[in-house]
């Protein structure tokens, strides 16, 4: 199963780290912090990724161009040019790097994506700055059970992000970041039928709001409820709480090896 990342956002509320790099690859614990939530589908059994690359993209590429390198012992011969990379990490993933346009919106970005979703039954897709410890297989078999359209996972942080009203356990309505309000809001980590495609118009439809607020009128969005950490680094200041937790070992979302 393919797992889409979108990865092509400004970042302008982290402007102290997005002026020279993308977002997701920003550091958290000496590594980009969209390798962390690689490495965390990676656990559950789910390797082959769709990243949505958009500003700065070339440097997402430059970095999985070099990985092997990068997270290896090498030798390099000055004199001949010769290099011998020793061994490292091996990561058994499939990485597919997309540019989806500079300023496209999260759901052009996805419909942008639909020759690489068009053959598959359902796929995941996420964010590619936050972390979680969303149980992902117990995510998937929820969205095989109900045979909707689209899953969204919903936490319960801050306000400021979309507010998820709930009957049982699907979307009756879904409002992007009301003035105020609280309970369920969008935490991403979605599983999502290509068929979801169908709702989006072009570059500039940002998925938060028509397409998800349509899904949830036709009564094809249900919630999977994550009671656990979730985490989103939108500011300098929870890029550090991150640090924080990884640097205590205690970072819910660490793969245990």
């Given amino acids: 199963m393919k797992v889409v990342i979108l990865a092509g956002g400004l970042g302008t509320r982290l402007a102290e780290e997005t002026t020279v790099r993308p977002k997701p690859m920003v ?20 390797n082959e990724f769709i990243i949505a690359l958009g500003y700065k993209g070339e440097m997402i590429k430059q970095y999985f161009l070099n990985y092997y390198a990068l997270n290896s012992d090498i030798t390099v011969k000055l004199a ?27 759901g052009g970005r996805l419909l ?7 053959a598959e ?7 590619g700055d936050g972390l979680a410890d969303v149980d992902l297989k117990a995510l998937l078999a929820f969205h095989h059970s109900h045979g909707k359209l689209a899953t969204v996972t919903s936490a319960r942080p801050p306000a400021r992000f979309g507010a998820i009203r709930l009957k049982g356990n699907q979307v009756v309505r879904f409002a992007e970041k009301p003035q105020a309000g609280e309970g369920w809001i969008n935490a991403g980590f979605f599983v999502l039928s290509p068929k979801v ?4 118009d072009g570059d500039e439809t940002i998925w938060e709001r028509a397409p998800l607020e349509k899904l ?36 819910p979302w660490r793969v245990k090896s």
């Fill in 216 to 251: 949830a009128l036709d009564g094809e969005l249900m919630a999977f409820r994550h009671e656990g950490f979730w985490q989103p680094m939108d500011t300098l200041r929870e890029k550090q709480y991150l640090e924080e937790l990884w640097q205590s070992g205690n970072a």
């Fill in 27 to 46: 550091e958290i614990g000496g590594r980009p912090i969209l390798t962390h939530i690689m490495s965390w589908y990676a656990a559950h059994g789910f």
């Fill in 112 to 118: 942008r994506l639909k020759k690489w979703l068009a």
């Fill in 80 to 106: 001949s040019g010769d290099v011998t990379v020793h061994d490292g990490e091996r990561e058994d993933w499939t990485v597919h790097l997309v540019d989806t346009g500079a300023a496209t919106m999260t």
């Fill in 121 to 127: 039954t359902c796929f995941m897709m996420t964010y």
């Fill in 197 to 200: 495609l169908d709702y989006i």
